[in-house]
């Protein structure tokens, strides 16, 4: 992977003393939550409850994907001030969402997700490329996603979301809200200018609305989840032409959008099977 997540990073857990089932002390990894306020140019614009790492993709990717940083905009410094918990992201464009910033929507996502009222209207006519998806990736991919190391094997309580291409993770975020991970993806994408006609989006959660409208809005043409979907989030898919698939476990997924774009290569004599009832990650599906 370009990017992996670093279990071990300081500041991302904490240790705490717990007792267990049978009164016994046993100490524990928890992640840590910390408040982070986006501005953009001189305007505040939301705080989102982070574990903290990578806040100037964070913040880029927040604002592309609420429609105020367009495809066009220069950006001429991204400034993040640890102390006061805060990141600027500065434009060639003035800017002035004040109005946009008075309809918000609190969304499905942990951690309370925000979109703002017309980030529908980025949907409009849009037409992601029919990229197809070979079932032998996405079985490579979740084997190779699922025993990755991670802040969830770790200390739990938290989401992945994982940028692919083909069958290779690229690069693999984590944070309390799916939503972020999404985020810090999308503002790494913008950064390294990044093509996504050819990239997957891998994600822990469900498949919402929120999850696909970004996915979406970042021009990848695939998602693809351990867990389920929402009917809104269908029929985005469907909208914009995403291919969607959930409730990947051992050889079974199901699609609900784009399955003419599926390519059945895998050998599923070759794929283990996994017990229903598994839930290898369990924090992320909810």
Known sequence: MIIRPDPDAPGLTRAVTARDHTGAAQEIRVVEERPLTIYLNSQEIVTAMTIGDHPEWLAIGYLANQGMLLPEDQITGTDFDE?????????????????????KTRT????????????MEGLEGLTLPATP???SDLY???????????????????HGTVLCKAAEPLVYMEDVGRHNAVDKIAGWMRTEGIDP???LLY????LTSEMVIKTALMGIPALASRSGFTAWGVELARQTGLTLIGRMRGQRFLCLSGEERLVYDADLASVPEENRKSRRKG???D
């Open 283 to 285: 924090a992320g599906d």
């Open 203 to 206: 994600t822990t959660g469900r």
């Open 140 to 158: 490579a991919l979740a084997q190779k996603i699922n025993t990755s190391p991670s802040l969830y094997l770790n200390a739990g309580a938290i």
């Open 108 to 119: 499905s996502g942990c951690a309370v997700g925000t979109v703002f009222g017309d980030v």
């Open 133 to 135: 998806v070979r079932t």
């Open 83 to 103: 102390d006061l918990e805060t990141v600027v992201v500065r434009t060639a464009r003035a800017t002035n969402y004040e109005e946009k910033l008075k309809k």
């Open 197 to 199: 006609a050819d990239k």
